[in-house]
């Protein structure tokens, strides 16, 4: 969103000829002496498949902790800090086509000091970019629907890659969120790391 204000163990293993479909392991790795190999050996065998099973299991449900958790939709926005409004109206904007229109922007209690202060953000602050629809009546801008509610929220453990943010879009009056691909906002709010990719500032 730039030249806005907000830029903004379950495993299943592969089957194949020693997978047995009832469930039993295959002859292969039974106890008892075969080939030789004693049952001490073969327990051992045992033993490391599922200990390796067993380390595939907790691998995959640490990928799946660290995905980005779903930012829900911030109710009670509007009895937040409004920020700043502005108005894009004219394709002369690089953003018209996806912003164009009167964006309000408001932040949440857990940012409020930050911004203020110019500060790093804590963990569990909100911005959101509030955007309308435009229409010109009478020598007067005025707003009509709401076009989306896009979201920027502080959570540094879940969004290590990406400056401790998370984006998230809701479309029109909708609280269910939208946003596919997180990267437009991210590569959008990296031109203002030193500023901890917040395009926002405070106006006394």
């Known amino acids: 969103m730039a030249g806005t204000d907000l ?3 379950t495993v299943g293993l592969r089957s194949g000829p020693n997978n047995r479909p009832d469930g039993q392991l295959p002859e292969s790795l039974t106890c008892g002496h075969r080939g030789g190999e004693t049952q001490m050996g073969l327990h051992s065998r045992v033993i490391f498949l599922v200990v390796g099973a067993a380390g ?14 779903p930012i ?9 800090t409004h920020v700043k409004t502005m108005a894009i109206y004219g394709n ?6 996806h912003f164009g229109g009167l964006h309000n922007v408001y932040v ?8 203020k202060e110019g500060r790093a953000y804590p963990d569990g602050t909100v911005f ?6 435009i229409q010109s009546a009478q020598g007067a801008i005025e707003t009509r629907g709401r076009k989306l509610v ?39 709010h990296a031109s203002q790391k030193r500023v901890d990719y917040v395009f926002s500032t405070f106006t006394p």
Not at 72 to 80: A, D, K
Not at 92 to 97: I, K, R, V
Not at 108 to 115: E, H, Q, V, W
């Open 92 to 97: 002369q904007h690089p953003l018209f086509n």
């Open 128 to 133: 959101v970019f509030d955007l309308f629809d």
């Open 56 to 69: 595939v299991v907790l691998s995959v449900s640490f990928g799946q902790a660290q995905k980005k958790a």
């Open 72 to 80: 829900p939709f911030p109710t009670g926005y509007r009895h937040w």
């Open 7 to 9: 830029r903004l163990g």
């Open 108 to 115: 949440n209690d857990a940012g409020l000091t930050s911004l």
């Open 150 to 188: 896009a979201v920027m929220k502080k959570n540094v453990k879940l969004n290590a890659s990406t400056g401790g943010w998370g984006w998230e879009v809701f479309q029109g009056d909708e609280q269910k969120g939208s946003l596919q691909d997180p990267k437009p906002c991210v590569d959008c």
